[in-house]
């Protein structure tokens, strides 16, 4: 059977879609293969139940890059992003603390909290700016070999070591402690009044088996300032249609662009022969053939499953064994028959329109790490609540609403019983959390539905339910993401190819990692190292 | 008023004396001024009444930095090295063998085998490679850390021969490097070994004194640093005859010998300026003694936040000090015994006991022990490094008696509830529980106790929070960052002004490096007065 396509994509997340399109633009012949009968990966757009669509596991958009926004135009093809207006962070004591996007607003507000904080305020989020201004372009390059550097290895590394030479004292200094120190070691620095520091450093840990504590975690404050300086959009904000209408739209653009995209289609194994990638084989055993195979997959999947022990190096296999997931995330969406009312902040007002943040203090979010690192789910969970339904009416019935609850921390190994057995429990404690400052809540549910890490693993095949495919700890980034050596979306399967969020950059609903392996398989095809 | 004096030196720790001794013998006449009545710092052998002499902080040296032991030739002043035949044991809870790590890799390889078969056959490449990577990284700890701003050619020269040796190291060695520098020790520990025990024993290193669990990020460093100095992962057991103090008073005497002059009970409570300069020391008796050059072996928090008039610094450079993190977490407790405590597992083998021993069952209990300090209280089951000198010295104490030094973790040095001379007695307590429970019949031997808290480790030994590393040895707070960057160079914000304490690089344990690069670093700037 001769090879009918160019490229085989495996998996059809944003991340997937993204290389796609970048690849059939460049004149490639691509199928992309997805599992499921729909496109999105972990960022789809589902009616759960009758008249209610949900952002099923990611719901926020924060660091989608602009230039594939711009160059895949997605705007016409059919993307429209809503701002998030500020985060709400109800207080057990009936206060309250509320930022919006209002910068005066939120002056007032903090000061109300503190007035050396509102001062405080100002100069962090300057300094951040400046910060994530000096990281960007990071996110864009492909990680070079330290072991085996090469000459553009080299001029990389200097490149990077003159930017951060260029830095004002003060910026090396932030930007050094912010890349090694925890999130609250840092806004200790900057803020006294401890429900701003809880709620501030809960964007530190989103995702990861680490608590607003562990050094590591104070990076992941920038990218709430990456989309400012991006200018396109605001920090956070959600598509309208939900986060499925943003994968919608890049498989619009992929599509144009020529890309097949096959739904329902999934992946058993990927051929090879000669240490080469020669196609894949679907579950239902058809076989399709294509000289480069890129997966979008995680690399335990990638490796594991879908190419086999058998055809790897034994010190390769270690290190993808070795690769740490250790989800640490459920999901809970609730079909509302009205708004929540929270006891502190009584009414609907535009604090339901943003985020709410159950963050309440440093202590509560620590203990909530505390208990998982034993192998239990939070008591009293960090809760990230979203209701779509405020801003984007069309997703619910009239007069009702969607409630969008991300938990944290749910680890994936339990040390009693399993996730099938305490999925409701879990989803009992998320809501009596909520009804601790919404009372009415319970009231109100008309739908819920409950997502362990283990139904984000067999749902969206997310390895341990890592939303970002795997921990995005400092050993786990940039030359060491996924395996060290194996950092430039190559694998040591010669023309297989990694595009997913288990390569650098990482995760979250960036596109970066699909367009940077395009970018790198494309000029491995122009200089022949594509060997067809 | 009377010429002023060349050098004076703020602390007659094992630092400030190595620098005095390095000072003296440029023939530079330095003065010592040391607040107790003891010289020695951290590292002091004192008489504890009835012939018992105890290691009052610092059971073991780093060992010193293997060259400067040989330049100081302190055996001419008596010193005699004692390297007893274990490195650590750690008894089992249940009874059993325990963790026996032997100076002799053969030895622990075939104790190991009765815990487990699969660590036994990792620990050999375990051994090789901590030596391995540790000749590689011992260049560090004798180097002053680069200048990021203007690094001079010899600068660059070393860090090239660096990146050299560094690729000499091979693929897998130097991902090893790269990878265990942010990472958790947990993670290392469970990457080599399956035992609870023997990972706990390992992770030990990595939190000593240090605020953070074994799951922190970072944890690792401490391993890399001890690999750096000796090559090995695990706790020195290095001592010397007379007691760890000997060390000290070997240096003093040389010191002494080489024209240096040494004052006790003479605490130094401001360092005095005249414009940009420093212009001597204040001692507490009133005493004004002029100096051109400063040298600090105080702490960095203590040297600008208690010895200088706050208007003599910048206050850019006051708050980031301000921000220097040295939050204490060890208490000590010494015990005069009558006999030795009968541990689990060591019945009959007293030379078991000769070297260091851990107490902490496993990673989790490490973890659980760091937990409680987070919300500021003591661990009821702390984990504990505990010495008993006399099994390799027995001239410490009376014929059959034994003296016991234990480092007691985590005891935060902030308090939420009462304060430590209040609950003294209540840390006491756990830890003696906790000794009976691996040693029973401990408490029947105690004949004298000496409890010292984290707040007397700051008001008698001078350490700001109790710490005893000078300050948190963590990602952010090493080599160019130590204590701050722009200062890691030895010298301070002020000419004449250098610190050569453990928190300079290459930070605390007894090790002589941060005196020795700080002393030659004086010395450099009075041979080129116009580079400064």
Redesign the interface.
């Known amino acids: 059977m001769a090879a009918s396509y160019d490229v085989i994509v495996i998996g059809a997340g944003h991340n997937g879609l993204t290389h796609a399109a970048y690849l059939a633009r460049a004149g490639k012949k691509v199928i992309v293969l997805e599992r499921r009968h729909l496109v999105g990966g972990a960022a789809v757009t589902e009616e759960i139940f009758p008249g209610f669509t949900f952002s099923v596991a990611s719901y926020v958009v924060s660091l989608l890059r602009p230039e594939i926004i711009r160059e895949l135009d997605l705007p016409r093809h059919g993307l429209e992003m809503l701002p998030l207006d500020g985060t709400f962070t109800p207080m057990p004591g009936g206060d309250y603390l509320w930022r919006v996007n209002d910068h005066a607003r939120t002056r007032r507000e903090i000061a109300r909290h503190s007035r050396r904080d509102a001062e405080a305020y100002d100069e962090y989020g300057k300094a951040m700016v400046e910060m994530a201004r000096f990281v960007k372009p990071i996110l864009a390059m492909t990680p070079f070999d330290p072991a085996r550097p090469g000459l553009k290895g080299i001029r990389d590394l200097m490149f990077l070591l003159r930017r951060f030479q260029r830095l004002p004292e003060q910026d090396k200094y932030n930007q050094i402690q912010l890349m090694t120190m925890s999130a609250v070691d840092f806004l200790d620095q900057w803020f006294e009044t401890d429900v701003l520091k809880a709620t501030m450093s809960a964007s530190g840990i989103i995702g990861t088996f680490l608590g607003v504590r562990s050094p590591g975690t104070a990076y992941v404050l920038l990218h709430h300032y990456m989309g400012e300086i991006d200018g396109a959009f605001r920090s956070w904000g959600f598509a309208r249609g939900g986060t499925g209408a943003i994968s919608n739209a890049i498989a619009s653009a992929a599509r144009e662009a020529g890309v097949e995209v096959r739904v329902s289609a999934p992946v058993a194994r990927i051929l090879t022969g000669n240490g080469r990638a020669r196609g894949v084989v679907l579950d239902n055993g058809d076989e399709l053939l294509a000289p480069v195979v890129s997966s979008c997959v995680d690399p335990r999947l990638t490796f594991l499953k879908m190419i086999g022990e058998r055809h790897l190096d034994g010190e390769f296999v270690e290190e993808i064994r070795r690769y740490k997931f250790r989800g640490s995330s459920g999901k809970v969406n609730l079909a509302l028959d009205a708004l929540p009312d929270f006891r502190s902040l009584p009414g609907p007002g535009r604090h339901l329109r943003g985020a709410i943040s159950i963050s309440p203090g440093v202590d509560y979010m620590e203990r909530a790490y505390d208990e998982a690192k034993y192998g239990r789910y939070s008591s009293r969970p960090y809760i990230d609540i979203v209701i779509p339904s405020l801003t984007d009416p069309g997703v619910a019935p009239p007069g009702k609403h969607v409630m969008s609850c991300f938990v944290q921390y749910a680890p994936y190994h339990l040390k009693e019983g399993t996730w099938d057995e305490q999925r409701e429990a879990f989803g009992d404690t998320v809501v009596d959390t909520i009804a601790e400052h919404a009372p009415n809540l319970k009231q109100i549910i008309l739908h819920r539905q409950v997502l362990t890490p283990l139904d984000l693993e067999r749902e969206f095949g997310l390895s341990e339910g890592n939303i970002f495919q795997g921990e995005l700890s400092l050993e786990q980034l940039f030359f060491l993401r996924p395996a060290p050596g194996w950092a430039q979306y190559r694998t040591p399967i010669a023309n297989l190819y990694m595009c997913g969020s288990a390569t650098h950059p990482g995760g979250g609903i960036m596109g970066a990692p699909g367009r940077n392996a395009a970018l790198v398989l494309l000029a491995d095809f122009k200089r022949g190292r594509v060997r067809t | 008023m009377t010429a002023p004096r060349e050098v004076v030196i703020v602390g007659g720790g094992h630092n400030g004396l190595v620098a005095a001794c390095l000072l003296a013998r440029a023939g530079l006449k330095p003065l010592v001024l040391e607040r107790r009545g003891v010289v020695g710092g951290g590292c002091v052998t004192e008489e504890a009444g009835e012939g018992f002499r105890i290691p009052t902080l610092s059971h073991a040296a780093g060992p010193m930095l293997p060259w400067l032991a040989q330049e100081l030739a302190l055996q001419k002043h008596g010193l005699e090295a004692l390297r007893p035949p274990m490195r650590l044991f750690a008894p089992s809870p249940s009874g059993g063998p325990g963790v026996r790590i032997h100076e002799d890799p053969a030895g622990t390889v075939s104790d190991l085998k009765a815990i487990s078969a699969k660590d036994a056959g990792r620990y050999a490449e375990f051994h090789r490679t901590f030596m391995k990577l540790g000749a590689f990284l011992r260049p560090t700890l004798s180097m002053t850390p680069p200048s990021?701003?203007a690094p001079g050619a010899s600068e660059i020269w070393s860090l090239l021969k660096i990146g050299r040796a560094?690729?000499a190291l091979g693929?897998?060695d130097?991902?090893r490097l790269?990878?265990?520098?942010?990472?958790?020790v947990a993670?290392l520990a469970a990457?080599w070994f399956e035992s609870d025990l023997l990972r706990a024993a390992v992770a030990a290193r990595g939190i000593h004194g240090s605020f953070?669990g074994p799951?922190?990020?970072?944890t690792s460093v401490p391993l890399l640093m001890q690999a750096a100095l000796d090559g090995w992962a695990i706790a020195p057991a290095a001592t010397f005859r007379g007691g760890v103090g000997s060390l000290t008073r070997a240096l003093a005497e040389a010191a002494r010998a080489a024209g240096a002059e040494i004052r006790t009970g003479a605490p130094v409570v401001r360092v005095t300026t005249a414009g940009m300069k420093v212009a001597g020391v204040a001692l507490e008796s009133g005493e004004e003694i002029p100096a051109r050059t400063v040298v600090s072996c105080a702490d960095p928090r203590t040297t600008f936040l208690e010895l200088f008039d706050p208007a003599d610094l910048e206050p850019?450079f006051l708050l980031?000090m301000r921000?220097y993190?040295a939050p204490g977490v060890v208490a000590k407790v010494n015990y005069a015994l009558s006999g030795l405590p009968a541990f689990h597992g060591a019945a009959g083998a007293p030379e078991l006991l000769s070297g260091r021993i851990h107490v902490g069952p496993g990673v989790?209990a490490l973890?659980?022990a760091f937990?409680a300090s987070?919300?500021g209280t003591f661990s009821p089951n702390p984990c504990l490094d505990i010495a008993i000198p006399t099994v390799a010295d027995p001239s410490l104490a009376p014929r059959g008696a034994h003296v016991m030094s234990v480092v007691a973790q985590y005891a935060p040095y902030r308090l939420r509830q009462g304060d430590w001379d209040s609950r003294r007695s209540e840390l006491a307590a756990a830890v003696e529980r906790t000794i009976e429970q691996h040693a029973p019949g401990f408490s029947s031997l105690v004949v004298q106790r000496q409890v010292i808290t984290p707040a007397e480790l700051e008001s008698e030994f001078g350490y700001a929070g109790g710490h005893i590393h000078h300050g948190e040895q963590?990602?952010?707070q090493l080599f160019t960052?130590r204590p701050?960057?722009?200062f890691a160079r030895y010298r301070g914000p002020l000419e004449g002004l250098y610190l050569c304490g453990a928190g300079t690089h290459p930070g605390g344990g007894i090790t002589g490096g941060p005196g020795a690069n700080a002393a030659r670093e004086i010395l450099k700037d009075r041979r080129r007065p116009a580079s400064r």
Do not use: Q
């Open positions: 990021l701003e560094f690729r693929r897998k130097a991902y790269l990878r265990w520098g942010p990472m958790a993670d990457e953070a799951w922190s990020a970072g850019g980031k921000n993190r989790d973890e659980r937990d987070k919300y963590s990602l952010d960052m701050i960057l722009g």
